[in-house]
């Protein structure tokens, strides 16, 4: 009797230990399935991708000297002399074979000198072809030799949400790229007519204007021309669209 209940136990406990086995079996697929490539795969692609769209990114230099003037004693009003001052920002190459920049246009406005540096070094002069106030974008023209140019997103609207790059020049460090996602569409930034820019928490600083706002396509949504309360806002490419008609 006393082997009957033994060997009954002995059954008992191999049938409970195979079904643990079996429960810690299907939980590791189930992790392994749920972290699939279709999961990963966007936040791996990161890499690749800032390695394959910023050459298109480059340094915007203007030099110039102010249309209005500085007020040097706000008391007596007596105005400072007029002086060069040097403006700094971003640009996005958006068509190789026109030698076409887009930037933001307070990094040009007043500037009569504008150079473009690329990422591998090369320092082109720069002429302004058309602007907009409204939009704060201004498209520029280079030499044509060999560039690298960001396709235009087609419809150019976002999805709240969705992840996004910024490509610029902060601080003179030189070349930076930050991931984030959209916050908001339809938002307004002050001394910025166009109330219609994306906000995202891309971290962007002063040098960035003008830089990019990608999508994980590679494709070009957006130019940064803004920060404020930790957000980056960028005109959207329909702004990039207007500054090609008008060039025609």
């Given amino acids: ?122 320092a ?25 140019a960001l396709a235009l997103e087609y419809p150019g609207r976002p999805d709240v949400g969705e992840p996004v790059i910024a490509i610029g020049n902060p601080q003179d460090w030189g070349q930076s790229v930050t991931f984030g996602i959209v916050s908001a569409l339809h938002r307004s930034c002050p001394g910025i007519a166009n109330s219609d820019l994306i906000q995202s928490d891309v971290r962007v600083s002063q040098g960035s204007s003008g830089g990019a706002l990608v999508n994980l396509k590679g494709r070009l949504i957006g130019i940064v021309v803004a920060r404020r309360s930790g957000f980056a806002f960028a005109v959207p490419v329909d702004a990039v669209q207007r500054l090609f008609l008008a060039a025609q």
């Fill in 124 to 148: 082109l002069d720069a002429v302004v072809l058309v602007k907009s106030a409204r939009d704060d974008v201004a498209l520029l023209r280079v030499e044509p030799d060999t560039l690298r």
């Fill in 1 to 122: 009797m006393r082997s009957t209940t033994f060997s009954g136990c002995s059954t008992w406990v191999g049938i409970s230990l195979f079904s643990l086995l079996l429960l810690a079996g299907a939980n590791s697929s189930w992790a392994y399935d749920y972290q699939d490539e279709g999961e990963i795969a966007p936040t791996r692609g990161v890499v690749a991708l800032a390695k394959r769209i910023s050459p298109a990114v480059v340094g915007i230099r203007g030099w110039g000297v102010p249309s209005e003037p500085q007020i040097f004693d706000p008391e007596g009003g007596f105005p400072d002399p007029p002086a060069l001052r040097e403006w700094q920002g971003s640009g996005v190459v958006v068509d190789a074979l026109g030698g076409l920049i887009v930037t933001a246009n307070h990094v040009v406005a007043s500037a009569t000198t504008i150079k473009a540096f690329l990422q591998d070094g090369r």
